[in-house]
């Protein structure tokens, strides 16, 4: 009967003439927590900025409710109140919507640069990586025949 081959020791020394270089995969972990730190960084500062803007306008809200929610002596006051809240409130929506849209410009230009920074490192890196590789790969191969 015939004996099938074991191939385990054929796979060891193909994989052996081959050496991965782990530290190409370490440097793009690393690169790549650093980059999710620092776009956590921007969400978390645009977020708090955001809850800031928030919690001013509902407080001035409120405080403005407060005002036109006291009794009148006239009825005609009654309707300047609420036009007085009306056109505040118009002009409060408008201040706080730009500053909004200012947090939003800051997010997507930071969001940008960090970007742009890390596919410039991933880019060096990966050369970086590639020119190890083949290298390793030459060195592997004359090796090989050599033998």
Not at 22 to 46: H, I, R, W
Not at 79 to 105: G, L, P, W, Y
Request: hydrophobic share 50%; charged share 30%.
């Amino acid at each position: 009967m015939a004996k099938t081959q074991d191939f385990t020791a054929v796979m060891k020394d193909m994989m052996g003439a081959f050496p991965v270089d782990t530290a190409a995969m370490e440097d793009a972990f690393k690169t790549t927590a650093t980059l999710n730190e620092k776009l956590s960084g921007v969400a978390l500062e645009a977020a708090e900025k955001s809850a800031e803007i928030s919690s001013k306008w509902t407080k001035d809200t409120i405080a403005k409710l407060g005002e036109m929610s006291k009794a009148k002596a006239e009825p005609a006051d009654y309707a300047k109140a609420m036009t007085d809240f009306a056109s505040a409130t118009a002009e409060v929506a408008a201040e706080n919507m730009a500053a909004f849209a200012e947090i939003a410009k800051k997010v997507q230009m930071d969001t940008v640069e960090l970007m742009m920074a890390a596919g410039k490192d991933m880019s060096e890196d990966a050369a970086a990586a590639l020119k190890k590789a083949t290298n390793d790969v030459t060195a592997a191969a004359k090796k090989a025949t050599a033998k």
